[in-house]
């Protein structure tokens, strides 16, 4: 099993900065891959950015250039540093964790860009 708990979302003004972490407990060690997921209100949910065990990261073309997804191996947790943020960056926020047999999914953080 695997535990996934987000924090960091919240309220900020278009152009702003925030970051989101993922604090991991349980099977770690099996984990593949982890990475972060949103959904806006009526919308499907949409894969933000990924990053390997072996460490390669993949973002979409949405986020590109304003994100940045990382590891803290020492506090276990996996963060995501966005900037520059727009009003359709406005979502609820999921981290997730993939390994043999399943993917897990934390309860997710609201990120809010309005001013």
């Known amino acids: 099993q695997v535990q996934l708990v987000e924090s960091g979302g919240g309220l900020v003004q278009p152009g702003g900065s925030l970051r989101l972490s993922c604090a991991v407990s349980?099977?770690?060690?099996?984990?593949?891959?982890m990475g972060w997921y949103r959904q806006a209100p009526g919308k499907q949910r949409e894969l933000v950015t990924t990053?390997?065990?072996?460490?390669?990261?993949n973002y979409a073309d949405s986020v590109k250039g304003r994100s940045t997804i990382s590891r803290d191996s020492a506090k276990n947790t996996v963060n995501l540093q966005m900037s520059s943020l727009k009003p359709e960056d406005t979502a609820v926020y999921y981290c997730?964790?993939?390994?043999?047999?399943?993917?897990?999914w934390g309860q997710g953080t609201q990120v809010t860009v309005s001013s």
């Open positions: 990053i390997s065990r072996g460490g390669m990261t």
């Open positions: 349980g099977s770690i060690a099996s984990i593949a891959a």
């Open positions: 997730y964790a993939r390994r043999f047999g399943g993917t897990y």
